[in-house]
């Protein structure tokens, strides 16, 4: 688990327009926290951190301090309150009060989620199948977890992994009570609806024995938060420990094979990886390696027809597809070559057919091969900018069936709601299963979006998309939002996002920069942004902010910034190199602290992101890091009127960055903008769990920037 993870969370698309209000001069200055002298040495560098004993969670002061920061942040946008209101009942009137997804056949069942009218999570059901098509037919549905129910007394409930057995009688799923993103695992038997007693804390992935007695689970260090260890654990509670990972930049991951005949073991590192099987009838056998290992080397292995299918990247930046016999993984025959120009993200084999997602020029396609025609067919979409996959997520969601025919994909736009599509992988007809109904309507023919691209000051052309209502005045006048990432390869894809509809019809531009550091142009997109390459994802943001301005798009005026976690990096790092350039700038759960963070190898994610962002304690990796990070090149300057938003049980970027550098920011900003932090002493990464919970932090975050820039409803 990385600090990419809010990527795959819903940030939500927030911006502005009008003119920033000046603050009175006797307007509330913020809490001011203390200084420190914590003093430390670095690589001959005597470094002295004012705001450290921040870091003390357990501290008294350090939770007076932050929920002083609360009190100050709720004074401060007071007046805000109607325009939050307001937002939330859009939000609310727009969202299904009951909905059900598409059910998913595996086996003898239909399994979906459904909501029910006013409760915050859903319920994760099944039906007996009695026919091919119909779920409805005959059984009843069956609860096999009613999130309601598990999150009772607790201000937090997060449900991650959950995975039936193959014989349909055990559920193994894991929570999480406090946003800290350790999950417990729970066993519950679905004839008699208990809990067994067979149990384990901080469970990342697992995968089911053809038994139906025994899972293995990886389970997390319980400081680190690195997935480092594979045990076996039987019904009874007993679990015997089967792999340990030594290397610190390594984590597991669990899958079951698509043609349930192994269970795999993915070992990967930001730039080598390394695949372990087990068949999944001989839960007591010995795991053995695909490939092995070999530095830069990536690959992902799958089982059909007595052959392993391998997506690698030997002599192939952006990834080929190979074949070779389980009994010899390394006589390899070619079936997909490399393209440098296609990054193949996933692989999935089913019975009859092959099916890659791919990724071009920064837009989504699958392509569907017929293992009986050998001939290949794309599933491509006429939108100019779009996100469509089929693979497999967490649960029934995808194309659980290895025998399936048709393949599921989640297709949507930013002006198209998430809909799920089957396509009949021999004859590529399709046919639309469900789309996501706006409660109330909404007028999507008023509104286009567009492709742009951005000329980097060293010659890159950046992507942009761009999502706006008809009409909109190309001449500066129009408020406008940029969203950026750029880090761990994760795409910031177009996507839908229903509370984005608030800020259109207000008159909103958004736009997205597909900087450096995501894989949107392939794998090397990644490569030049990360490592002593880092800076590319800073200025490419920059200059997709000005080539935006220089075209009329909008204003430095009429501009506001939006990222988080790394995200919220690029934009401390903007902030200090351009503080001129954005009116506002939204900062969620922002990794900001650098320095303090990757040189304390105690703290989770650290050593396993040595690969992505550097090695500090190696001294050229030390200087380049230190020459950006935010909280440690704060200058003397007039910044923009700033929101930061974190969570007290934040485990992927912890509290105290954000608090520390609003701390230091208070100490060095030279104007009378506001700048504000708001905790949620409740929740952690992704902010409050439940469905209205988190639609009411979104309507104040979006509320607060729309009021930067006079607009009040």
Do not use: C
């Not at 996507?495 to 949107?520: D, H, T």
């Amino acid at each position: 688990m990385t600090r990419r993870l809010f990527a795959t969370l819903s940030l939500l698309a927030l911006s502005a327009t009008g003119t920033l209000p000046v603050l009175a001069a006797d307007a509330p200055k913020g809490p001011v926290a203390t200084k420190g002298q914590y003093l430390t040495i670095r690589h001959g560098e005597e470094i002295t951190d004012e705001y450290r004993w921040l870091q003390d969670k357990q501290d008294p002061a350090v939770i007076a301090h932050l929920n002083a920061e609360n009190a100050y942040t709720a004074e401060m946008t007071a007046g805000i309150k109607p325009l939050a209101d307001e937002l939330f009942a859009e939000f609310k009137a727009r969202t299904q009060p009951a909905d059900l997804s598409v059910p998913t056949r595996r086996g003898r069942y239909y399994y979906y989620t459904r909501f029910e009218k006013g409760q915050q999570y859903p319920l994760n059901v099944r039906r007996r199948a009695a026919g091919d098509l119909d779920y409805n037919a005959g059984a009843p549905e069956e609860i096999l977890a009613d999130q309601n129910k598990l999150a009772e007394g607790h201000a937090f409930f997060s449900l991650d992994r959950w995975e039936v057995s193959p014989d349909d009688a055990l559920l193994a799923y894991t929570t999480d009570t406090t946003g800290f993103r350790q999950f417990e695992l729970h066993i519950k038997d679905l004839k008699t609806g208990q809990v067994l007693s067979a149990s384990m804390p901080r469970i990342r992935s697992m995968a089911w024995a053809t038994d139906s007695k025994t899972l293995f689970v990886v389970q997390e260090d319980a400081t680190t938060k690195r997935a480092d260890r594979l045990f076996r654990l039987a019904l009874d509670g007993k679990a015997q420990q089967v792999y340990t990972e030594p290397v610190e930049q390594f984590s597991l991951e669990l899958r079951p094979g698509r043609d349930g005949k192994f269970i795999f073991l993915d070992i990967t590192a930001t730039d080598t990886s390394e695949v372990m099987m087990l068949p999944a009838a001989q839960p007591d056998g010995a795991w053995r390696s695909v490939l092995g290992r070999e530095k830069n080397h990536r690959y992902f292995a799958e089982h059909h027809n007595g052959q392993f299918y391998i997506l690698t990247n030997k002599d192939a930046k952006n990834f080929r597809v190979v074949t070779a016999p389980v009994a010899n993984p390394k006589q390899w025959t070619p079936l997909v070559r490399h393209d440098k120009d296609v990054l193949i993200q996933t692989m999935e084999p089913y019975a009859g057919f092959l099916v890659l997602n791919e990724k071009s020029k920064a837009l989504n396609r699958i392509r569907i091969y017929d293992f009986a025609t050998r001939k290949w067919h794309s599933v491509q979409f006429d939108d100019p900018v779009y996100w469509a996959s089929g693979e497999r997520t967490v649960g029934f969601l995808g194309t659980p069936e290895y025998t399936a025919s048709a393949y599921r994909i989640f297709y949507q736009s930013p002006l198209t709601p998430p809909r799920v599509v089957e396509v009949d992988m021999k004859s590529g007809q399709r046919q639309v299963l469900k789309q996501q109904e706006v409660a109330g309507g909404f007028d999507f023919s008023r509104y286009e979006t567009k492709r742009l691209w951005a000329t980097a000051r060293d010659g890159a052309r950046v992507p942009l998309w761009l999502a706006y209502r008809k009409g909109v005045k190309q001449d500066g006048s129009a408020p406008l939002l940029l969203y950026g990432y750029g880090s761990y390869g994760i795409p910031s894809d177009a996507k839908f996002n229903l509370p984005r509809l608030s800020l259109l019809e207000r008159g909103v531009v958004y736009a997205v920069a597909q900087v450096r550091g995501g894989n949107e142009m392939g794998e090397a997109w990644h490569d030049n942004g990360m490592l002593m390459k880092k800076k590319n994802t800073f200025t490419d943001f920059i200059d997709s902010a000005e080539y935006l301005i220089r075209e009329k798009w909008t204003s430095k005026e009429r501009i506001a910034a939006q990222g988080g976690s790394a995200g919220g990096l690029l934009m401390g790092a903007v902030v200090n190199m351009r503080p001129d350039l954005f009116h506002a700038v939204h900062a969620a759960v922002p990794f900001v602290d650098v320095m303090n963070t990757m040189m304390d190898p105690t703290l989770p994610l650290t050593t396993g992101e040595y690969l992505e962002w550097g090695d500090p304690n190696r001294k050229p990796a030390y200087d380049y890091m230190r020459s950006y990070s935010p909280y440690d090149n704060i200058t003397y300057a007039q910044f923009p009127s700033m929101l930061v938003t974190t969570g007290l049980n934040d485990s992927q970027v912890m509290y105290w960055e954000p608090a520390k550098w609003v701390a230091k920011l208070r100490a060095f900003k030279l104007d009378s903008n506001p700048l504000l932090l708001k905790v949620n002493m409740g929740a952690g990464h992704g902010g409050s769990s439940g469905r209205y919970n988190a639609l009411e932090e979104r309507a104040f975050e979006m509320a607060w920037l729309l009021s930067q820039f006079g607009i009040a409803q």
